[in-house]
């Protein structure tokens, strides 16, 4: 309360925005707890000496990967978990899971994974929930809510249309605007609009032809400006270089923060392009905007409160998507509480 988040960021380097907006580097990160995927936020001394804490990611969805797997927590398959029809069980299961990740140390559970089982032959069908965007609505935004009353946080996975799993980081989802919105975006924006995640991953594939990362539509136009999400955005664990069409100037970790697609995980691709790309084609408000939906995330996380003395983030769940009130639909809206 001493000082805005936007008089926060302003007394940062370029060097510390351009460094904040990628990860740790690698997974099991010893700033991290132990079996984590990645770990962003203070992932400098520099970062750290100003306040900002390692944010320790996990993989689910199907449980909690630790390092020792003998306290792992292992869950049933979403699709099983969707044959039940039951939205109310599937919450009060991953409070549960919720409960065991902040007994240890973990932030961000990488889960639920919402895309549509499209192909019987799909190598990740056992994370996706079903073939149908209404259920994989419902049981996402179940997973999410359960997991972030908590105080812990959910992260949606992988935006979007991607549908395989062999050779996902070279495919191409070509998909009609109506086809893309009423089935293969549905699912996600029930669960955005009824759960409100912490965050949410972008799939390795391309969707017309732009890789999902460095989509602006995707990532900005649809996700925050018409859905009105206004929580943080990472890539998968990974990405593939690429460069604006716009501005030769602008690629890679530069082309993914003006598309605001805040942050690289796990972090092992050079800040150069974002360094090269300042004042020709990438300005500062882009990069210090990603740094902000960073650091609002970070302020959220269970380690944060620990660090700081400070109650866990008092999730409060937003208004039903299928809410009628005389007749009229109500989408809900983000109950993410202001920095």
Excluded at 172 to 194: C, N, P, W
Excluded at 217 to 222: A, K, P, V
Excluded at 265 to 274: K, L, Q, R, V, Y
Excluded at 288 to 297: D, G, P, V, Y
């Amino acid at each position: 309360g001493k000082v805005t988040m936007d008089e926060f960021i302003a007394q940062m380097s370029e060097d510390d925005l351009a460094r904040i907006a990628r990860g740790a580097g690698g997974m099991q990160s010893s700033l991290g707890s132990g079996g984590n995927a990645g770990v962003f936020g203070g992932v400098e001394t520099s970062l750290r000496d100003l306040g900002i804490v390692p944010v320790s990611t996990h993989d689910g969805p199907s449980g909690l990967r630790l390092r020792d797997t003998d306290s792992s927590s292992l869950l049933p398959i979403g699709s099983l978990l969707a044959c039940t029809w039951n939205n109310e069980l599937v919450e009060y299961l991953y409070s549960l899971l919720g409960e065991e990740m902040i007994i240890n140390g973990v932030d961000i559970l990488l889960a639920p994974g919402m895309n549509l089982q499209r192909d019987p032959l799909c190598g990740r069908n056992f994370e996706y929930f079903s073939e149908d965007p209404l259920i994989t609505g419902m049981m996402g935004a179940a997973t999410t809510r359960g997991v972030q009353a908590s105080g812990a946080g959910a992260c949606l996975k992988h935006f979007a249309g991607n549908n395989q799993e062999t050779n996902r980081k070279k495919t191409d989802s070509r998909l009609s605007e109506r086809a893309l919105r009423e089935i293969y975006l549905r699912g996600f924006e029930i669960a955005v609009k009824t759960s409100d995640p912490f965050t949410v991953m972008s799939g390795y594939n391309k969707l017309n032809g732009v890789w999902c990362c460095y989509n602006y539509e995707l990532m900005t136009t649809i996700l925050r400006d018409q859905w009105g999400y206004n929580g943080m955005l990472m890539t998968d664990w990974s990405m593939q270089s690429a460069q604006s069409p716009f501005n030769e100037n602008v690629k890679d970790n530069a082309y993914r923060v003006q598309a605001q697609l805040d942050l690289y995980m796990p972090g092992d691709f050079s800040n150069a392009s974002i360094k090269n790309a300042l004042g020709k084609g990438l300005t500062l408000g882009e990069l210090q905007r990603s740094a902000k939906n960073i650091l609002n995330c970070v302020l959220l996380t269970p380690k944060f409160a620990r660090e700081n003395a400070l109650e866990y983030h008092q999730y409060a769940k937003p208004e039903t998507y299928f809410q009628v009130t005389g007749g009229d639909k109500v989408d809900g809206e983000s109950a993410r509480l202001s920095s």
